[in-house]
């Protein structure tokens, strides 16, 4: 049997195939893709073999377990935070991570800004298809979200989306491009676009993704 880094590494290598396979059907560069690794729930160890062999970008979902891992990685890391986000829990990722993707609040934006030094980049989480279980901000109210943000002085990128879990990605992928094309007419400096994970990431970036969310692909299945 191989050992974990291997494994990893392997994983790894088999996702980034994928990813210019699917940039290519789309016409696509595959350097316009950000992949993700996301490391939630596994230990400082995996995410230092991917490191090793070149993996910048890591998602994690839960503010303590991510500050607990962080101390003992290096700072070459860029960090996305794409759990969801109480306003009370800002602080600790504020001047830390390099993109909060899951921001559908306006408290959550404020006090980020409160404690940052510099703008927070974020991307706002839209709710496409009006799923009642899950977070984001209405697709209806996306633009106007993005303006108030930008105005008290966050730095907005662009959208983030999870489509629902027991139904086809390709038209709640279609809604998301839609909507940031149109808000990139108004705000072009609008740049990310946050969708896809093990299951849809490559009709994803057939479909627009610049930022793909990938966990169980390369880490296996979480406990
Ligand atoms: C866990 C998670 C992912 C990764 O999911 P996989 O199916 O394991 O690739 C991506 N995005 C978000 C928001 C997540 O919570």
Known sequence: MKNRKDELVANLEEVRGRISEAASRAGRSPDEITLIAVSKTMPVADIL???????????????????????????????????????NKAKYLANRVT?????????????LIKRSEVAPEIL????????????????DA?????????EIGARVRGFMTIPPFDREAIPYFREMKGL????RKEM????????GMTS????????GATHIRVGTAIFGKRG
């Open 49 to 87: 073999a991917l490191w090793e062999v070149g993996q910048r970008d890591f998602g994690e979902n839960y503010v303590q377990e991510w500050r607990d891992k962080v101390d003992e990685l290096p700072d070459s890391i860029r960090w996305h935070y794409i759990g969801g986000l109480q306003s």
């Open 99 to 111: 993109l909060i993707h899951s921001i559908d609040s306006k408290s959550a934006v404020k006090e």
């Open 124 to 139: 706002v989480q839209v709710n496409t298809g009006n799923d009642e279980a899950k977070g984001g901000i209405e697709p």
């Open 142 to 150: 996306a633009l106007e979200f993005v303006t108030q943000a930008s």
């Open 180 to 183: 940031f094309d149109s808000a």
């Open 188 to 195: 072009p400096e609008l740049d990310i676009l946050s969708m």
């Open 200 to 207: 849809d990431f490559e009709t994803a970036i057939e479909l």
